[in-house]
Protein backbone atom coordinates (compact mmCIF):
# COMPACT_ATOMS: atom_id res chain seq x y z
CA UNK A 1 0.00 0.00 0.00
CA UNK A 2 1.13 4.06 -0.84
CA UNK A 3 0.05 7.25 0.26
CA UNK A 4 0.88 10.69 -0.17
CA UNK A 5 -1.27 11.60 3.45
CA UNK A 6 1.50 12.35 5.17
CA UNK A 7 3.90 14.33 3.56
CA UNK A 8 4.89 15.34 -0.18
CA UNK A 9 6.80 11.78 -0.67
CA UNK A 10 5.41 8.34 -1.55
CA UNK A 11 5.66 6.10 1.20
CA UNK A 12 5.38 2.23 1.10
CA UNK A 13 4.65 -0.08 3.29
CA UNK A 14 5.18 -3.53 3.62
CA UNK A 15 4.99 -6.04 6.09
CA UNK A 16 8.87 -8.05 6.21
CA UNK A 17 12.22 -6.62 5.13
CA UNK A 18 12.30 -9.01 2.35
CA UNK A 19 8.95 -7.96 0.95
CA UNK A 20 10.23 -4.37 1.26
CA UNK A 21 13.45 -4.73 -0.45
CA UNK A 22 12.19 -6.62 -3.59
CA UNK A 23 9.83 -3.81 -4.15
CA UNK A 24 12.28 -0.97 -3.37
CA UNK A 25 15.17 -2.73 -5.69
CA UNK A 26 12.26 -4.06 -8.50
CA UNK A 27 11.79 0.11 -8.24
CA UNK A 28 15.27 0.77 -8.72
CA UNK A 29 15.30 -1.89 -11.80
CA UNK A 30 12.82 0.15 -13.75
CA UNK A 31 14.43 3.75 -12.83
CA UNK A 32 17.70 2.00 -14.03
CA UNK A 33 16.28 0.72 -16.99
CA UNK A 34 14.51 4.04 -18.21
CA UNK A 35 17.66 6.56 -17.42
CA UNK A 36 19.79 3.44 -19.61
CA UNK A 37 16.99 3.93 -22.38
CA UNK A 38 17.06 7.79 -21.97
CA UNK A 39 20.18 9.01 -21.43
CA UNK A 40 22.52 5.67 -22.49
CA UNK A 41 24.40 5.87 -19.03
CA UNK A 42 23.40 6.35 -15.60
CA UNK A 43 24.90 7.55 -12.68
CA UNK A 44 24.09 6.02 -9.16
CA UNK A 45 24.44 6.92 -5.37
CA UNK A 46 24.30 4.11 -3.07
CA UNK A 47 24.33 3.99 0.62
CA UNK A 48 26.63 0.85 2.43
CA UNK A 49 24.50 -0.15 4.91
CA UNK A 50 22.84 -3.64 6.48
CA UNK A 51 19.15 -1.08 5.98
CA UNK A 52 20.19 -1.59 2.16
CA UNK A 53 20.99 -5.68 1.85
CA UNK A 54 17.07 -6.28 0.62
CA UNK A 55 17.08 -3.96 -1.72
CA UNK A 56 20.24 -3.93 -3.15
CA UNK A 57 20.22 -7.56 -3.62
CA UNK A 58 16.38 -7.33 -5.84
CA UNK A 59 18.38 -4.43 -7.87
CA UNK A 60 21.55 -7.03 -8.48
CA UNK A 61 19.04 -9.62 -9.58
CA UNK A 62 16.88 -6.93 -11.66
CA UNK A 63 17.25 -8.23 -15.76
CA UNK A 64 17.69 -6.01 -18.71
CA UNK A 65 20.26 -3.66 -16.97
CA UNK A 66 23.50 -3.37 -18.44
CA UNK A 67 25.74 -2.37 -15.63
CA UNK A 68 28.46 -1.61 -18.15
CA UNK A 69 26.85 1.69 -18.42
CA UNK A 70 26.40 2.21 -15.07
CA UNK A 71 28.48 4.11 -12.77
CA UNK A 72 28.20 3.83 -9.01
CA UNK A 73 29.51 5.95 -6.67
CA UNK A 74 28.71 5.87 -2.48
CA UNK A 75 27.71 8.49 -0.04
CA UNK A 76 30.66 8.25 3.24
CA UNK A 77 33.62 6.39 4.25
CA UNK A 78 35.11 6.31 7.17
CA UNK A 79 38.09 8.10 7.97
CA UNK A 80 41.48 5.87 9.78
CA UNK A 81 40.43 2.62 9.03
CA UNK A 82 43.33 0.24 7.79
CA UNK A 83 43.31 -0.52 4.38
CA UNK A 84 40.68 -3.61 3.43
CA UNK A 85 38.84 -3.14 6.90
CA UNK A 86 35.37 -5.02 6.63
CA UNK A 87 33.89 -2.14 8.02
CA UNK A 88 34.73 0.08 4.91
CA UNK A 89 31.81 1.21 3.75
CA UNK A 90 33.45 0.57 -0.35
CA UNK A 91 34.16 -2.98 0.92
CA UNK A 92 30.73 -3.60 2.14
CA UNK A 93 29.62 -2.24 -1.23
CA UNK A 94 31.55 -4.57 -3.33
CA UNK A 95 30.67 -7.74 -1.09
CA UNK A 96 27.18 -6.73 -0.81
CA UNK A 97 26.52 -5.80 -4.63
CA UNK A 98 29.16 -4.50 -6.86
CA UNK A 99 30.56 -8.18 -7.11
CA UNK A 100 27.33 -8.98 -8.81
CA UNK A 101 27.37 -6.53 -10.84
CA UNK A 102 31.17 -6.48 -12.35
CA UNK A 103 30.73 -4.52 -15.69
CA UNK A 104 29.35 -1.80 -13.60
CA UNK A 105 32.15 1.12 -12.82
CA UNK A 106 32.77 1.86 -8.93
CA UNK A 107 34.15 4.96 -7.84
CA UNK A 108 35.97 4.07 -3.98
CA UNK A 109 35.88 7.04 -1.71
CA UNK A 110 39.46 6.60 -0.32
CA UNK A 111 40.25 8.52 2.43
CA UNK A 112 43.71 7.99 3.28
CA UNK A 113 45.89 9.47 4.95
CA UNK A 114 44.42 13.35 3.91
CA UNK A 115 40.73 12.83 4.06
CA UNK A 116 40.59 16.92 3.15
CA UNK A 117 41.89 15.94 -0.58
CA UNK A 118 39.98 12.66 -0.62
CA UNK A 119 37.03 14.70 -0.50
CA UNK A 120 37.47 17.31 -2.92
CA UNK A 121 38.80 14.94 -5.05
CA UNK A 122 35.28 12.63 -4.53
CA UNK A 123 33.38 16.11 -5.15
CA UNK A 124 34.78 17.11 -8.22
CA UNK A 125 34.50 13.67 -9.75
CA UNK A 126 30.60 13.79 -8.71
CA UNK A 127 30.86 16.83 -10.76
CA UNK A 128 27.31 18.74 -10.50
CA UNK A 129 24.96 16.82 -12.68
CA UNK A 130 21.91 15.05 -10.54
CA UNK A 131 22.47 11.37 -9.66
CA UNK A 132 19.87 9.23 -11.80
CA UNK A 133 18.83 7.40 -8.62
CA UNK A 134 20.30 7.45 -4.83
CA UNK A 135 19.71 4.91 -2.30
CA UNK A 136 19.85 5.46 0.61
CA UNK A 137 18.68 4.85 4.44
CA UNK A 138 17.97 6.61 7.72
CA UNK A 139 20.23 6.82 10.53
CA UNK A 140 18.73 6.23 14.03
CA UNK A 141 19.44 9.93 14.89
CA UNK A 142 17.90 10.60 11.05
CA UNK A 143 21.23 11.21 9.15
CA UNK A 144 21.54 10.69 5.93
CA UNK A 145 24.65 9.61 4.75
CA UNK A 146 26.77 10.95 7.37
CA UNK A 147 24.85 14.20 7.80
CA UNK A 148 24.39 13.91 11.57
CA UNK A 149 22.36 16.46 13.60
CA UNK A 150 22.18 19.58 13.05
CA UNK A 151 22.88 18.99 9.58
CA UNK A 152 23.64 21.61 6.76
CA UNK A 153 20.58 21.67 4.29
CA UNK A 154 22.68 24.11 1.71
CA UNK A 155 25.90 23.23 2.12
CA UNK A 156 27.37 23.90 -1.61
CA UNK A 157 30.73 22.03 -0.89
CA UNK A 158 29.12 18.52 -2.18
CA UNK A 159 31.97 16.34 -0.28
CA UNK A 160 33.19 17.10 3.48
CA UNK A 161 34.76 15.55 6.28
CA UNK A 162 32.66 15.26 9.23
CA UNK A 163 32.78 14.48 12.99
CA UNK A 164 30.38 11.67 14.04
CA UNK A 165 27.88 11.66 16.45
CA UNK A 166 27.93 9.39 19.33
CA UNK A 167 24.33 8.28 18.51
CA UNK A 168 25.85 7.54 14.87
CA UNK A 169 28.90 5.63 16.07
CA UNK A 170 26.56 3.56 18.52
CA UNK A 171 24.50 2.04 15.99
CA UNK A 172 27.76 1.17 14.54
CA UNK A 173 28.59 -1.07 17.44
CA UNK A 174 24.73 -1.90 18.15
CA UNK A 175 24.83 -3.43 14.66
CA UNK A 176 27.51 -5.56 15.04
CA UNK A 177 30.74 -3.89 12.86
CA UNK A 178 32.81 -2.67 15.90
CA UNK A 179 33.07 -4.44 18.98
CA UNK A 180 33.28 -0.99 20.99
CA UNK A 181 32.20 2.53 21.13
CA UNK A 182 36.22 3.07 20.65
CA UNK A 183 36.81 1.37 18.40
CA UNK A 184 34.09 3.18 15.72
CA UNK A 185 35.94 6.00 14.03
CA UNK A 186 35.28 9.72 14.96
CA UNK A 187 35.40 11.38 11.30
CA UNK A 188 34.41 10.70 7.87
CA UNK A 189 34.01 12.04 4.36
CA UNK A 190 30.47 12.67 3.21
CA UNK A 191 28.63 13.64 0.44
CA UNK A 192 26.75 16.65 1.76
CA UNK A 193 22.93 16.64 1.81
CA UNK A 194 22.18 19.22 -1.24
CA UNK A 195 24.46 17.03 -3.22
CA UNK A 196 22.91 13.50 -2.16
CA UNK A 197 19.14 15.21 -3.20
CA UNK A 198 20.76 16.81 -6.49
CA UNK A 199 18.87 13.40 -8.38
CA UNK A 200 16.36 12.47 -10.54
CA UNK A 201 14.85 9.66 -8.09
CA UNK A 202 15.40 8.97 -4.45
CA UNK A 203 14.72 5.34 -2.88
CA UNK A 204 14.99 5.30 0.79
CA UNK A 205 15.21 1.67 2.29
CA UNK A 206 14.45 1.56 6.14
CA UNK A 207 13.75 -1.16 7.73
CA UNK A 208 13.70 -1.94 11.29
CA UNK A 209 12.36 -1.09 14.80
CA UNK A 210 15.01 1.08 15.38
CA UNK A 211 14.22 3.58 12.96
CA UNK A 212 10.60 3.78 13.90
CA UNK A 213 11.43 7.25 15.88
CA UNK A 214 13.56 8.66 13.33
CA UNK A 215 10.32 7.94 10.68
CA UNK A 216 8.22 9.38 12.34
CA UNK A 217 10.77 12.55 12.70
CA UNK A 218 11.47 12.58 9.01
CA UNK A 219 8.07 12.29 8.41
CA UNK A 220 6.53 14.36 10.87
CA UNK A 221 8.61 17.10 12.10
CA UNK A 222 9.20 20.85 10.57
CA UNK A 223 11.92 20.25 8.06
CA UNK A 224 15.25 21.27 9.54
CA UNK A 225 18.58 20.59 10.30
CA UNK A 226 17.98 18.69 13.36
CA UNK A 227 16.35 16.02 11.62
CA UNK A 228 18.07 15.76 8.48
CA UNK A 229 15.86 12.89 6.70
CA UNK A 230 13.20 15.76 6.29
CA UNK A 231 15.23 17.31 3.41
CA UNK A 232 13.83 14.38 1.41
CA UNK A 233 10.11 16.31 2.35
CA UNK A 234 12.13 18.77 -0.17
CA UNK A 235 12.59 16.79 -2.96
CA UNK A 236 9.58 15.67 -5.48
CA UNK A 237 10.93 12.62 -6.14
CA UNK A 238 11.38 10.34 -3.17
CA UNK A 239 9.80 7.33 -2.08
CA UNK A 240 10.55 6.24 1.27
CA UNK A 241 10.03 1.66 1.38
CA UNK A 242 9.15 0.53 5.11
CA UNK A 243 9.06 -2.23 6.65
CA UNK A 244 5.93 -2.80 9.41
CA UNK A 245 8.63 -2.53 12.31
CA UNK A 246 10.00 0.41 11.24
CA UNK A 247 6.16 2.03 10.04
CA UNK A 248 5.65 4.51 12.91
CA UNK A 249 1.55 4.20 12.41
O1 LIG B 1 25.56 3.61 5.27
C1 LIG B 1 25.64 4.68 4.72
O2 LIG B 1 26.25 4.79 3.63
C2 LIG B 1 25.10 5.86 5.36
O3 LIG B 1 26.08 6.32 6.19
C3 LIG B 1 23.97 5.83 6.33
O4 LIG B 1 23.21 7.00 6.13
C4 LIG B 1 23.08 4.63 6.42
O5 LIG B 1 22.43 4.44 5.23
C5 LIG B 1 22.09 4.72 7.57
O6 LIG B 1 22.79 5.02 8.74
C6 LIG B 1 21.34 3.45 7.79
O7 LIG B 1 22.27 2.53 8.22
P1 LIG B 1 21.95 1.09 8.75
O8 LIG B 1 21.43 0.30 7.62
O9 LIG B 1 23.29 0.62 9.22
O10 LIG B 1 20.99 1.23 9.85
Known sequence: MSTKAETS?????EPTRAAMGQRAGTHAGQILRAALR???????????APSQSATLAALARAEGIDWARVELFHMDEYVGLPPGAPQGFATWLVTNFVRHTPDATFH?????????????????????????????????NGHLAFNDP????????????????????????????????????????TVTIPRLLN?????????GRAKRIAVRQTLGEAIGPMHPGTALRRHPGVTLYLDAEADPR
Not at 111 to 139: I, M, N, S
Open 38 to 48: NGGRARVMLAA
Open 199 to 207: ADVVIASVP
Open 108 to 140: RIDPGTDPYAEAERYKVLLGTEPFDLVLLGLGV
Open 150 to 189: PADFDDPMGVRVVTLDTASRRQQVEEGHFATLDDVPTTAV
Open 9 to 13: MTVVR
